[in-house]
C-alpha cells in the first residue's frame, strides 16, 4: 500500500522556523520527484517546491524562494521542507506529492500537515 504522511506541522510565530518531513512507503521513493503544495484558508492549492528523484534539482515558488529549503533522504524515505522566516501568510496545510520521472500527473498525495504562523 501506498503511503505518504507527513508531520512536524504546529503554531509556529512570525520569523520562526520549523520542518515539516513526509515520510514515503510502498513504491520506489528514489523513482518520484516530489513536491510540496500548500492551501491556506479559503484559498486555493499552491504549489511550493519540487526535488527530483536524486535529490540533485529543486526550484521553488517565488513566494518561500529563500526561505524555504526542501531536502530528501533516499535511503530513509523521507521528503523534507525547512521553513525559515516564517510569515502570517504561510499559514497553510501543507501536502506532500510524488511524480514519476518524466509524467505530468501526480500519482501519489498525503494527508497533510498543518502550519500556523501567529503570534
Known amino acids: 500500500e501506498v503511503q505518504l504522511v507527513e508531520s512536524g506541522g504546529g503554531l509556529v510565530q512570525p520569523g520562526g522556523s520549523v520542518r515539516v518531513s513526509c515520510a514515503a512507503s510502498?513504491?520506489?521513493?528514489?523513482?518520484?520527484?516530489m513536491s510540496w503544495f500548500r492551501r491556506a484558508p479559503e484559498k486555493g492549492l499552491e504549489w511550493v517546491a519540487v526535488?527530483?528523484?536524486?535529490?540533485?534539482?529543486?526550484a521553488y515558488a517565488d513566494s518561500v524562494k529563500g526561505r524555504f529549503t526542501v531536502s530528501r533522504d533516499n535511503a530513509g524515505n523521507t521528503l523534507y521542507l525547512q521553513m525559515n522566516s516564517l510569515k502570517p501568510e504561510d499559514t497553510a496545510v501543507y501536502y506532500c506529492?510524488?511524480?514519476?520521472?518524466?509524467?505530468?500527473?501526480?500519482?501519489?498525495w498525503g494527508q497533510g500537515t498543518q502550519v500556523t504562523v501567529s503570534s
Open positions: 506529492a510524488g511524480r514519476r520521472a518524466g509524467s505530468t500527473k501526480y500519482d501519489y
Open positions: 510502498g513504491f520506489t521513493f528514489s523513482d518520484y520527484g
Open positions: 526535488i527530483n528523484g536524486g535529490g540533485a534539482f529543486t
